[in-house]
């Protein structure tokens, strides 16, 4: 009988092999030199960074730390990023390249002297491969091992792939990292508690005032004033660095599973879609397998318990598989040019840090995000800054997905209120299902929940108004636009937006 993916636990292999964080909140209102406001791994790597500088150092996370989409990760921590440096080579130059390349691998590196220190994360090095399974994805790959190459990465062709099914060879980048995600997180949340810095969970930022020094508002918890402010979210909930139109969201969908064989000793990614990502993983005494596939907008009506399936069915098409164990869906932003935006908030902003536009390699990447801020923050030059900086301005490599994605959400913000105009009745709804429905006169977002009870909120998202659209596969309302994501009840998942969806009743009012 073949394993079925829904006998597999809703939750990422990281966060079950972990135990939760027991932070206090923030209460009242203090006054430290950094406010660090995110607990993922831009946030933590800066946060010790510059408590180790000798700063004092503040973390705030709304939720507990190390588990947002840090902890829904594949922790591969590589400078191998897909088929990037050819496109960096014509968009940046060969300098940009080289430079792209030196710095994820000083993260990478940094990373692994973390782990020196003592952080138990099942840290181990593998090589990482790009692998084509067509004739013509093939010559993508010789195209970009030599602009790697060139940039003076580790990378070369190799024939044969460690992989139990037939491909056209791959590009191999040797002495790469994966690791334990949360355990990772941990590790440096418990050093920079050990050098003087604070964390506070449960404490959501919603507004930065930069005047002077900075002043972080939170959502009735107190408040922090900071000489420095470093917002380490996911996507930076202060829209006037406008990172929101320059930097856009996709979800993908993660399994692990027992195998009979064939686990592979390396970590890999197909060369063209449909995308897989695969590694091996210790879990509890033992090695499964873990696939990750399956991207889409964010918003879109592919996000659905299928999404799940299609990534189960290429698992069970190449490997002998017994059981799935865990299954989850993870987010990330890409930036209009396929370089990560970190530094200042914008071009007037002289105290506040941002981080965003990782394109799903992330543990890289916001590592590198934590030690150019920390750089900027004390003073200290960095000859990396200016390629990543936030505020850069390339027309000629920006413009094509800034029009091609900006284009598509005018299109979501009208048509969504055209095609979803909530004609139906809340009462209509199955249970399990969710709508664009009509409760009490009103257009809702609406939901039946297993027990048959109704939950109705705003169906437009508090960030600059967007109609939301259902999650069936994470039963969340996630915004089309800019990548905010709301449970039935509206309550924030994701930002940027900073305040809940408004409830609405669901029984008649008079």
């Known amino acids: 009988m073949a394993a079925e993916m829904t006998e597999s636990r809703h939750t990422s292999l990281w966060l079950d092999d972990t135990e939760a964080t027991h932070y206090p909140t923030l209460q009242g209102d203090r006054v430290f030199d950094v406010a660090v406001i995110g607990g993922g791994i831009t946030g933590l790597t800066a946060a010790l960074l510059l408590a180790r500088e000798g700063q004092s150092v503040c973390l705030l996370d709304q939720g507990v730390i190390a588990m947002g989409t840090s902890g829904h990760t594949t922790a591969k921590v590589t400078s191998q990023h897909h088929l990037t440096y050819a496109r960096i080579r014509v968009s940046h130059g060969k300098d940009g390249a080289a430079t792209y390349g030196a710095a994820m691998e000083a993260a990478k590196e940094r990373v692994a002297s973390f782990v020196d220190e003592g952080i138990n994360c099942d840290f181990r090095r593998r090589p990482a491969y790009v692998y084509a399974t067509r004739p013509g994805e093939r010559a993508l790959l010789e195209r970009e091992a030599q602009a790697a190459q060139e940039a003076g990465l580790p990378a070369t062709m190799d024939d044969e792939v460690p992989l139990p099914f037939d ?40 507004h930065v005032d930069e005047s002077g020094g900075c002043v972080v508002h939170t959502d009735g918890q107190g408040r922090v004033e900071a000489e420095h402010v470093v917002v380490a979210t996911l996507m930076p909930f202060l829209d006037r660095g406008g990172h929101f139109a320059r930097a856009f969201p996709s979800r993908s969908y993660v399994l692990t599973a027992r195998v009979q064989a064939g686990l592979p000793d390396a970590m890999l990614i197909s060369a063209a879609p449909p995308m897989y990502s695969i590694r091996s993983v210790p879990y509890r005494g033992e090695e499964l397998l873990m696939v990750l596939g399956q991207n889409h907008h964010l918003g879109s009506p592919k996000a659905s318990p299928e999404r799940f399936e299609k990534v189960a069915q290429f698992a069970r098409q190449h490997w002998d598989v017994t059981s799935f164990e865990h299954r989850w869906s993870a987010q990330d932003y890409s930036s209009d040019d396929g370089v990560p935006y970190i530094g200042r908030l914008n071009i007037r902003s002289k105290r506040i840090q941002v981080a965003t536009g990782f394109k799903k390699w992330g543990m890289t990447s916001g590592t590198l995000a934590g030690m150019l801020i920390t750089d900027a923050i004390v003073g200290r030059d960095n000859p990396w800054a200016s390629m990543f900086s936030s505020t850069r301005v390339k027309p000629l490599a920006e413009a094509p997905r800034f029009l091609a994605e900006n284009g598509r959400v005018g299109v979501r913000f009208v048509a969504d209120r055209i095609l979803a105009r909530g004609q139906r009745d809340i009462a209509e709804l199955d249970i399990g299902e969710a709508g664009i429905v009509s409760c009490n006169g009103q257009k809702v977002a609406g939901y039946r929940d297993e027990e048959g009870r109704l939950h109705a909120v705003s169906s437009r998202c508090t960030h600059l108004g967007c109609q939301v659209a259902w999650n069936d596969a994470e039963r969340s309302w996630d915004c089309p636009c800019h990548g905010s994501r709301f449970d039935p009840d509206g309550q924030i998942l994701n930002g940027p937006a900073t305040k809940p969806l408004d409830p609405r009743p669901t029984t008649p009012t008079p």
């Open 167 to 206: 491909t056209r060879g791959g590009m191999r980048f040797d002495n790469q990292v994966e690791i334990h995600a949360r355990r990772y997180l941990l590790g440096l949340a418990d050093r920079f508690v050990r050098a003087g810095g604070e964390i506070f969970e449960h404490t959501r930022a919603v």
